[in-house]
């Protein structure tokens, strides 16, 4: 399925970021014609055993929501949009590393794009505009476990293409990915090469530390305006690399959003 790479979809969902925090805005009207119980699923049983978690929230309108509560609900928002903000979580505790709160992040975000997979036209224009990108998250203790996909829209890549000051955009997505590893890793980091970012015909890479770690286009990407294209990951081996990423693609949407995209 080509899904937004060839066709405009009213907007289902949308990632932020803001000082640390990763939020997920979804239609409401989405929510009500995807009903589902969420704690019986399949993929909650099997991250709960494999990692141990404790509890599971599943209610969207609820105080906490996901594996461990990770996720806070900020409530509906104007257009009948809820969000559910996240706090990335401090991995490097002296002398060792706990992983467990990014974890139970990660795979929380791998059941909620599990879950809103695929859009639908019937929805209406609850944020009055068009989904922009998809993402899709895996969640395993192994090498590349935690790698990352998704999709980026006509308008989106449309926009990429014709950005003038390429260099104050790169600027803006490394200052958001720098960050988002440093709340994680605990260490105060600078733009170096680790935070590989680059952009060019609409062509975007967008790295963080490890070996090679990153997404980028996949290998049918074309030139054409009038089409979007799917994005992989690459040497994606733990939570903190994922969510750095997302926190990338967060800021992205935030600034094709501000550019009126």
Known sequence: MDFIINEKFPCWYELSWNKGTISLKISEEYLKKKPVRLEST???????????FKEFFGDFRAKNFGFEGVFINNGVKSGSVIELKAVLPMVRQ??????????????????????????????????SRFQL?????????????????????????????KIK???????????????????MDGK??????????????????????????????????GEDLNHGYNFCSHNIDHPIQQLTLLAGLAALHDEARKAGV
């Open 165 to 183: 000051d390429v260099e104050g955009f790169i600027y803006s997505i490394k200052k958001v990915t720098t960050k988002a590893y440093s709340c």
């Open 188 to 221: 105060r980091r600078t733009f170096d090469s680790d935070f590989n970012l680059t952009l060019r015909d609409g062509r975007l890479i967008m790295g963080c530390p490890g070996n090679a770690a990153e997404i980028g286009p996949d290998l049918c990407y």
């Open 42 to 52: 399949t993929i909650v049983k099997g991250m709960k055993e494999r990692f141990g």
């Open 94 to 127: 002296k002398p060792n590393f706990n992983y467990k709160n990014a974890y139970a992040l990660s795979a929380t975000f791998t059941l909620i794009f599990t879950y809103l997979f695929g859009g639908r036209k019937d929805i209406g224009a609850t944020f």
């Open 133 to 161: 990108m998809t993402v899709e998250t895996a969640t395993e203790r192994e090498m590349h476990g935690c790698g990352l996909c998704g999709q980026f829209s006509p308008q989106l890549v449309g926009w990429l293409k």
